[in-house]
Nanobody, 119 residues
């Protein structure tokens, strides 16, 4: 079973930056589409961004376009989320997720990492 471990969360002031990392315990990392989701207090989990197996295509939620950037290093089994110009509304638990390239459902999830943006 593939395991995902996120890191890089923390407390930052509005306007600041953070970079999240997610390491996957699989030799077949390049066979997975990777994504980031987030869940704010009292809200449902929402999609943030995904990235194809090669890293050649990405999709972003409108709320983070132009501020967040995702990338992956298949040699390191790692996907990254660079978050710039953070806003208090970005405060949430951020989850890394994976799905095999031929499927449509994310069924592999990390434990999450807390991001708190103070105003």
């Amino acid at each position: 079973q593939v395991q995902l471990v996120e890191s890089g969360g923390g407390l930052v002031q509005a306007g600041g930056n953070l970079r999240l990392s997610c390491v996957a315990s699989t030799r077949a990392f390049s066979s997975y589409v990777m994504a980031w989701f987030r869940q704010a207090p009292g809200k449902e989990r929402e999609f943030v961004v995904d990235i194809t197996w090669s890293g050649g295509s990405t999709r972003y939620a409108d709320s983070v376009k132009g501020r967040f950037t995702t990338s992956r290093d298949n040699a390191k089994n790692t996907v990254y989320l660079q978050m710039n110009s953070l806003e208090p509304e970005d405060t949430a638990i951020y989850y890394c997720a994976a799905r095999p390239v031929h499927t449509t459902t994310y069924d592999i999830w990390g434990q999450g990492t807390q991001v708190t943006v103070s105003s």
